[in-house]
Every structure is written in C-alpha cells, then in structure tokens.
C-alpha cells in the first residue's frame, strides 16, 4: 500500500468524477453511500500542533497515542492534532450530508474522532513544505454514546476524550506536504490502512500498491497551535478504475479532436 505518485492527480479527478453508488455500506457501526465503487469520502474538523516527542505514548495495544497538547516552537517538533469527522457522503437522509450536533449524519448516536502525529518537517522549499512520515499515523475512534461535540481552539486540552472509545481504523500518511510554510497553508496528503476493526479495514483497505485515502484541508497557526480547521477526504480507486477514467477521458479528447476535425 505504498504512495505513487503517478496515480495521485488520476486519483483526484477519479474522485471527483464519480457519483454515489446505490447500495450503502456498514461498516463498524457507521453506514456511508458508497463513492468511486465501494470507497468512503466526506468532511472533519480538527485543531494541530507541533508537539514534543514527549507527548506520544503507546498503549498496550502498541497503538500510539498523543498524552497531552504541550506543543513547541512550530516546525521543530511533530505534526500532531485531534479532530472527528462531522460528515460522511450520505444522499438518503433528509438533508444529504448534513450532520448536526449529536446526530451526525453517519450515525445517530456515535461520532467518530482521531488523533494523528508524527509528521517531521523534512524540507521548505520556497512555499512548498514536505513531512518526513515514515513515523507517522493517524487513528480513529468510535464513541458511542458521544462524549465530543466540536472541535474548538482548545481541543488540546483534551486529547484523552477525542482518543476514548474503540479503536476503529488505524492508518498512516504515505505522503504529507503543504503550500504555505510551517505555520499552516492548504495541505494534501495521501494514507494506508495498517490496522482497525475487520470490517472497517475490508471496506477501506482496497488497494494494493496504491495509498488508500486522499486527504487535503487547510490551516493556520495562531501562536503555539491552529484554531479549529477544517478539510476533506475520499478513496482513491482501485488502480483498475482509474485506467477505465483514463480510457473514457482519452475517448472524450478523441471525440474533441474529431468534431474540430
């Protein structure tokens, strides 16, 4: 499940092209319509920070953990934050893919939330910063009943409630580079699946080769720490549906050419 980097750009567009699929997907306790055949997209909040290494512990499960939101001088420490997913792609309620407080739209009566870290600032190269991941991850929890509502400028305070719950899916980032400076920007980054509850890592581990989730958001550090910020993410298709894009996109160009023809 390693990152590619020819795949990144078709993977984006793949994305975006593909509508929702009819038959929804459960998938440890959270029920999403399916995108890009099976795969899983949507929106989170969070709030980061550079955290001493100090901060991490490892619980007995060997899953690693962010012990507290003590953060140093931005650039010098680890990437870290928490935050939950407020939204899952859901067109068979109501209100599409709105979710409201207390009853979001994956599930009425949990809320997913994660922390992430271990993301080493590699390289600045003008307006371009890469991360060093190979000691990186990002966990998500299962809460039920919801215990954590928002994500807000203080969500530091309490990195033990936003990692209670059952461990749902455990990842890390393949790649993680940001436009902007070590003070925050627009990020992109792409993650595998190492880890998690069997079904969630069946409905979401579906590529070989290939990283299995794109991700990008946005933030801005305001002294030590970012306010609460927000971003995206979706499944990158299976390598096979991205050839079938680039077969119908070259069949588009060809039609172009012809009709100007």
Same mark, same amino acid.
């Given at each position: 499940m390693k990152y590619v980097t020819s795949f990144i750009g078709a993977a984006a567009l793949a994305v975006a092209s593909y509508g929702v699929d009819a038959a929804p997907v459960t998938a440890g306790g959270v029920t999403w319509d399916p995108i890009s055949n099976g795969g899983i997209g949507g929106s989170?909040?969070?709030?980061?920070?550079?955290?001493d290494p100090s901060s991490y512990t490892v619980d007995p499960n060997g899953v690693a953990k962010l012990a507290n939101g003590n953060a140093v001088t931005p650039g010098l420490g680890?990437?870290?934050? *928490?935050?939950l997913f407020?939204?899952?792609?859901?067109?068979?309620?109501l209100f599409g893919n709105i979710g409201f407080p207390g009853e979001y739209n994956y599930c009425t009566s949990c809320v997913l939330t994660f922390a992430f870290g271990?993301?080493? *600032?590699?390289? *600045?190269n003008g307006n371009t910063v890469t991360f060093d991941t190979s000691n990186s991850w990002l966990n998500i929890y299962y809460q039920s009943p919801i215990s954590i509502l928002s994500v807000t400028s203080n969500s530091y305070l309490n990195v033990n409630g936003f990692q209670s719950g059952n461990l749902w899916a455990s990842l890390k980032f393949d790649?993680?580079?940001?436009?902007?400076?070590?003070l925050g920007g627009f990020v992109q980054s792409t993650l595998s699946v190492t880890g998690g509850l069997p079904d969630v890592v069946a409905a979401l581990d579906r590529n070989s080769g *290939?990283?299995?989730?794109?991700?990008?958001?946005?933030a801005e550090f305001s002294g030590l720490r970012t306010g609460s910020a927000n971003g995206q993410f979706a499944s990158i298709p299976e390598p096979a549906s991205i050839a079938l894009l680039g077969l119908g996109l070259l069949g588009l160009a060809g039609g172009r050419r012809f009709k100007k023809a």
């Amino acid at each position: 499940m390693k990152y590619v980097t020819s795949f990144i750009g078709a993977a984006a567009l793949a994305v975006a092209s593909y509508g929702v699929d009819a038959a929804p997907v459960t998938a440890g306790g959270v029920t999403w319509d399916p995108i890009s055949n099976g795969g899983i997209g949507g929106s989170f909040n969070f709030q980061q920070w550079y955290a001493d290494p100090s901060s991490y512990t490892v619980d007995p499960n060997g899953v690693a953990k962010l012990a507290n939101g003590n953060a140093v001088t931005p650039g010098l420490g680890l990437l870290s934050g *928490v935050g939950l997913f407020d939204q899952i792609f859901d067109s068979r309620t109501l209100f599409g893919n709105i979710g409201f407080p207390g009853e979001y739209n994956y599930c009425t009566s949990c809320v997913l939330t994660f922390a992430f870290g271990g993301l080493a *600032v590699s390289n *600045v190269n003008g307006n371009t910063v890469t991360f060093d991941t190979s000691n990186s991850w990002l966990n998500i929890y299962y809460q039920s009943p919801i215990s954590i509502l928002s994500v807000t400028s203080n969500s530091y305070l309490n990195v033990n409630g936003f990692q209670s719950g059952n461990l749902w899916a455990s990842l890390k980032f393949d790649s993680f580079w940001l436009d902007g400076s070590i003070l925050g920007g627009f990020v992109q980054s792409t993650l595998s699946v190492t880890g998690g509850l069997p079904d969630v890592v069946a409905a979401l581990d579906r590529n070989s080769g *290939v990283s299995d989730l794109f991700l990008q958001a946005s933030a801005e550090f305001s002294g030590l720490r970012t306010g609460s910020a927000n971003g995206q993410f979706a499944s990158i298709p299976e390598p096979a549906s991205i050839a079938l894009l680039g077969l119908g996109l070259l069949g588009l160009a060809g039609g172009r050419r012809f009709k100007k023809a």
